[in-house]
């Protein structure tokens, strides 16, 4: 049954990006043709502002309590995460991760279009499980076994770029309740305390070769799956690898400031766009327009995604071009 709680988060989320994404990114569309890196810049942090109302929801709201050990986050460090699923709701848990080391406007999620629909974990866990027989593997019990192309793709494609410092490795665990989904977030199961360990590697350090590359992502699951029984079989915590908490590049007064701001901002934000909608017919306009623009984007390209990518490509290939026939 839904709670007022998780009602309250689910509506205050979907109002929020709603408007958020017709108010505040709509605007700066056409710079994406004229110039998608300062699109970019603006985009990654107006986006960043909406991801800390998750954050500030759910650890002051609903007191979440999350506590982070293992190596520091280098600021600004361009890295690739890779990090164990146990719920649906992993990639949103971590924000509040990421949050106090100022990653939130760099993070992009890399997710399977499959994985929407995956039910759960243990469904999931069986899953894994087929894989492992098929391939000779080792069936495991807290974790899934990684699906390690498009890992070695990234790395390899990021690397040759000379785009990437580091692999952040994290292992997240769930001492109390694990809410495996967004029904169980809608009755009001948020997790009581989410523990991530973070584990760095510099990028000198991994292997050069794609099989040699898969091979470490698997040695790294192996270790997630040890660390992982020694946690739930232990006292519930990390402090048995010996590495203490990691301190936030934020101090926590700063943290909870940014918090207490964005649920103000964002408490204001959607009704404030309603009454801007009700008094002003140039408003209304704009508004049906850009949903119909978003909506047709989607359907024709497939997301803006898509469309800022091309536009990065044709602006860049022309000077190149260009200097083709001067030659």
Not at 236 to 257: A, D, H, L, W
């Amino acid at each position: 049954m839904a709670s007022w709680k998780g009602i309250y988060f689910i509506l205050t989320l979907f109002w929020g990006s709603f408007f958020g994404s017709i108010f505040m990114l709509g605007p700066f569309l056409p710079l994406m043709f004229v110039n998608p890196s300062w699109y970019r810049w603006i985009n990654n942090r107006l986006v960043a502002t909406w991801l800390t109302l998750p954050v500030a929801l759910l650890e002051t709201m609903f007191g979440v309590k999350v506590i982070i050990t293992g190596d520091a986050f280098v600021p600004g460090e361009r890295s690739v995460i890779i990090m164990n699923h146990r719920t649906r709701m992993d990639w949103m848990f971590l924000w509040n991760c990421l949050m106090r080391y100022s990653y939130l406007r760099l993070e992009k999620i890399c997710l399977k279009a499959s994985l929407k629909s995956v039910p759960g974990f243990e469904n999931s866990k069986a899953r894994s499980n087929a894989f492992a027989e098929k391939n000779g593997l080792q069936k495991y019990e807290y974790v899934l076994h990684p699906r390690t192309t498009g890992f070695t793709f990234v790395v390899d494609r990021l690397r040759e770029g000379k785009n990437l410092d580091a692999i952040h490795d994290i292992t997240v665990a769930y001492p109390h309740n694990i809410p495996q989904s967004e029904k169980h977030l809608l009755r009001g199961d948020f997790p009581r305390e989410i523990h991530f360990h973070v584990h760095r590697y510099p990028i000198d350090t991994l292997p050069t070769s794609k099989e040699d590359l898969q091979l470490w992502c698997h040695k790294r699951w192996e270790e997630k799956e040890e660390r992982l029984r020694s946690f739930y079989q232990g006292e519930k915590n990390f402090y048995f690898t010996g590495q203490s908490v990691i301190p936030p590049c934020k101090s926590e007064v700063r943290v909870f400031v940014v918090k207490l701001l964005s649920i103000l901002y964002w408490t204001l934000f959607s009704p404030a766009m309603c009454l801007l909608i009700y008094l002003y017919g140039l408003v209304r306009w704009y508004f049906i327009i850009t949903i119909v623009i978003f909506v047709l984007q989607e359907r024709i390209f497939g997301g803006l995604e898509i469309i800022e990518l091309a536009c990065y490509r044709l602006l860049h290939k022309q000077p190149h071009l260009n200097s083709k026939k001067n030659e």
